[in-house]
């Protein structure tokens, strides 16, 4: 099931690249895509909202929470 998550501070494709590499670090099988214009991410594969936060805020960005 896919979740979208706001993360707050992504501007560029490093941002996401960022954000992607620490989420698949939690989870290599999860798929991942950023929307850098809505400063969200869609990840399917992660049953756990907290793997998610942690992986954000560990790649220095703010977790918004689920949209």
Do not use: H, W
């Not at 501070?9 to 670090?25: E, F, L, P, Q, R």
């Not at 400063?39 to 992986?55: H, L, M, P, R």
């Amino acid at each position: 099931m896919t979740k979208r998550y706001r993360v707050l501070g992504m501007t560029c494709g490093g941002c996401a690249n960022s954000v992607t590499k620490a989420i698949k670090a939690t989870t290599p099988d999860a798929s991942v895509e950023v929307d850098l214009d809505a400063k969200e991410v869609n990840v399917d594969g992660i049953a756990d909202d907290a793997t998610v936060q942690n992986a954000v805020e560990s790649a220095g960005f703010e977790f918004g929470g689920q949209v």
